[in-house]
Nanobody, 119 residues
């Protein structure tokens, strides 16, 4: 059974930093993994993705501030978030899927972790 468990969310001030972690179990092979977020009243959106070979992609609004990385031996993906803004406030979800097409809602999802950035 596939399980993704996120951790590291919390409350931080504008300009602060947080690091999210996602531990994956039950996944055979090395899946591309991604982070998504959903703010209140908005649709879930792609934030960052990383391929099995650590090729990364980001949505424009987080480029230069967020960094995604992975530890394949531990089946863990991290999201380092710097220079946080109030508009980054959302529930952040971890995703694993057998494709580097990060559009859509395919694959496996974690339960989400809340990130709140105060102004």
């Amino acid at each position: 059974q596939v399980q993704l468990v996120e951790s590291g969310g919390g409350l931080v001030q504008h300009g602060g930093a947080l690091r999210l972690s996602c531990a994956a179990s039950g996944i055979f092979g090395i899946y591309p993994m991604g982070w998504y977020r959903q703010a209140p009243g908005k649709q879930r959106e792609f934030v960052a993705g990383i391929s099995a070979f650590s090729t990364t992609s980001y949505t424009n609004s987080v480029k230069g501030r967020f960094s995604i990385s992975r530890d394949n031996g531990k089946n863990t993906v991290l999201l380092q978030m710097n220079s946080l803004k109030p508009e980054d406030t959302a529930v952040y979800y971890c995703n694993a899927r057998p494709t580097t097409d990060f559009s859509g809602s395919s694959g496996y999802w974690g339960q989400g972790t809340q990130v709140t950035v105060s102004s």
